[in-house]
């Protein structure tokens, strides 16, 4: 597929280097000076993915990865100067899949690119086997009888134990807030903290064995496919 990225990004040389490295790899690159000339971008041909610097005149890169991000899921990588932590956690927090610091190596950014086309490309093909069947990897679970098997053996699971694995493995390779997983799982009138989120996965985890769930540091959750 010949997929079209919109670089938003006001230094022309990082314009110009990166634009050369994408269009090497057979993508599209529709450059932008600034989030407001995307936004238009946006309306008129959406990109399958976008780049945004953080650091941009006028509106800034936070502002448009929270706007893309309230009506899109397309892919979002955040470049930045900024390299301390707590920006990071707030570009993932705004929904950036991927933060990558200034200065970085082009050929680092491609291979994201390419990781999180393929992730999202398996997002959207969660392998149902019928209606009521979910499998990922080595985990298969059915809907209807709420019975969980992890290479091929049967387990019993709490009812939010079920839950969790098949919010996760129904949004294969996408992370997710604890503050999100707490009010999926447990619902808008629990007020608990949400440590529970912790506990739950942790528990999981004793029970099935090398799971792929991963960690998403200071923020979340994923279930990861072992197949990428």
């Avoid at 098949?166 to 608990?192: P, Q």
């Amino acid at each position: 597929m010949n997929y079209l990225i919109g670089l938003v990004e006001d230094d022309m040389n990082i314009q110009n280097i990166v634009s050369a490295y994408l269009r090497k790899e057979g993508y599209q690159v529709e450059i932008l000076n600034s989030a407001e000339e995307a936004m238009e971008i946006w309306k008129q041909n959406p990109p399958d993915m976008w780049i945004l610097d953080i650091m941009l005149p006028g509106m800034d890169g936070y502002e448009l990865c929270k706007k893309i991000r309230s009506e899109s899921e397309v892919p979002i990588i955040i470049i930045s100067a900024k390299d301390d932590e707590i920006d990071k956690i707030l570009g993932l927090e705004l929904g950036g899949d991927d933060y990558l610091t200034k200065p970085f190596s082009p050929r680092e950014l491609v291979a994201r690119v390419k990781r999180l086309f393929k992730r999202t490309s398996l997002s959207h093909q969660p392998a149902w086997m019928d209606g009521d069947r979910l499998s990922v990897d080595e985990l298969v679970i059915f809907k209807s009888d709420r019975r969980v098997f992890w290479q091929g053996t049967e387990y019993e699971v709490t009812t939010k134990e079920f839950d969790m694995l098949y919010f996760l493995a129904e949004n294969i390779n996408r992370a997710f807030s604890r503050e999100d997983l707490l009010m999926k799982i447990w619902g808008n009138d629990y007020f608990g903290s949400d440590r529970a989120v912790d506990d739950l996965i942790k528990r999981i985890r004793k029970k099935f064995t090398d799971i792929p769930i991963e960690t998403v540091w200071g923020y979340g959750y994923r279930m990861r496919n072992e197949e990428e």
